[in-house]
Nanobody
């Protein structure tokens, strides 16, 4: 079992930055990949970023490449999503997720086994 708790969401103006954190507990954090997804009202959940167990490999959706970075601190059991140059279309609930069957991570939500409760990010124009 893995428990995930996100934090760091909020209201920010377009062009601003936010850093989301996701604290994990339970299974050994360094043994699995992590991902971030988001869901806007009326839209399907979409992939944002993923990071391998060691942090060596990262993956991003085209819509956030060059603006978002993902990182992890295995000593603190935490994964981060640094979001820069935010746009109104980034407004969504952001979820972190754990893929305990894969050490590399993927972009499909159904690959992930455990989910946090989500944190709201609102970008005003």
């Amino acid at each position: 079992q893995v428990q995930l708790v996100e934090s760091g969401g909020g209201l920010v103006q377009a062009g601003g930055s936010l850093r989301l954190s996701c604290a994990a507990s339970g299974r050994a954090f360094s043994s699995y990949a992590m991902g971030w997804f988001r869901q806007a009202p009326g839209k399907e959940r979409e992939f944002v970023a993923a990071i391998s167990w060691s942090g060596s490999n990262t993956y991003f959706a085209d819509s956030v490449k060059g603006r978002f970075t993902i990182s992890r601190d295995n000593a603190k059991n935490t994964v981060y999503l640094q979001m820069n140059s935010l746009k109104p279309e980034d407004t969504a609930v952001y979820y972190c997720a754990a893929d305990v069957a894969d050490m590399e991570g993927g972009s499909s939500w159904y690959e992930y086994d455990y989910w946090g409760q989500g944190t709201q990010v609102t970008v005003s124009s």
